[in-house]
């Protein structure tokens, strides 16, 4: 059972290039998460998704987009990439029903933008 | 909106109880609470989950009162390897997280 992998786990962007970082769990979850976490910071809420075809915006959605039209795959595009998104992106799912349950973390791709 | 509040850090020693204390502000009555721990490079891990009283598992105990406007997790005889940023993460659709508590666990 693998869980929540991202892909990839590292990668170097130059400034204006534009990228997805893939999201797959094989839980069956209903929501998914994207957070970006800044050195010694906690973790921010990017986008988040109740179901397949839903998406809203989380505290800092700007410069991002995303999409989620399997309940599997959560990518999140970067467009026209700025040295303020150099950070470290989780995404997260967890099943949501009539009492909360745990979520589970993927490992994390680390971008630098230069 | 539901807003958590912890200390942004905690010193300790080795073999002591560690309790680290979480305000939510306007939790929802269908919400439960639930306790993460983060290791540098790695993401946030589950610990413990509570609706009300007292949760006990292999690693945490998890102490909610009544009203539950609080909840303190409780670290039996920490260790070295204790030392990780803990959060009480807002619940609903939203899961935020903030800034967490950073615990140090000391020799």
């Known amino acids: 059972n693998a869980g929540v992998t991202q892909t990839p786990k590292f990668r170097i962007l130059k400034i204006g290039q534009s990228m997805t970082l893939q999201c797959t769990q094989d839980?069956?979850?209903?929501?998914m998460y994207w957070y970006r976490q800044d050195p010694g910071m906690g973790l921010k809420l990017i986008y988040y998704?109740?179901?397949?075809?839903?998406?809203d915006k989380g505290e800092v959605p700007n410069g991002y987009n995303v999409s989620r039209s399997t309940t599997e795959d959560f990518p999140l595009r970067l467009e026209l990439a700025a040295p303020s998104q150099t950070s470290v992106y989780f995404c997260?799912?967890?099943?949501?029903?009539?009492?909360?349950?745990?979520?589970?973390f993927g490992q994390g791709t680390r971008l630098t933008v230069v | 909106l539901a807003k958590t509040t912890q200390p942004i850090s905690m010193d300790s020693y080795e073999g002591q109880e560690v309790n680290i204390t979480c305000s939510h502000n306007?939790?929802?009555?269908?919400?439960?609470i639930t306790w993460y721990q983060q290791f540098p490079s790695q993401g946030p891990r589950f610990i413990i989950q509570?609706?009300?009283t007292k949760v006990t598992n292999e690693v945490a105990s998890l102490f909610i009162p009544a009203d539950r406007k609080s909840s303190t997790l409780s670290l039996p005889r920490v260790s070295l390897s204790d030392t990780a940023v803990y959060y009480c993460?807002?619940?609903?659709?939203?899961?935020?997280f903030g800034g967490g508590t950073r615990l140090m666990v000391k020799p």
């Open positions: 997260a799912s967890v099943w949501v029903g009539t009492a909360n349950t745990e979520a589970f």
């Open positions: 839980m069956n979850h209903n929501y």
């Open positions: 998704s109740v179901g397949a075809g839903i998406t």
């Open positions: 306007n939790i929802a009555t269908n919400d439960y």
């Open positions: 509570g609706y009300k």
């Open positions: 993460p807002n619940a609903g659709n939203m899961l935020t």
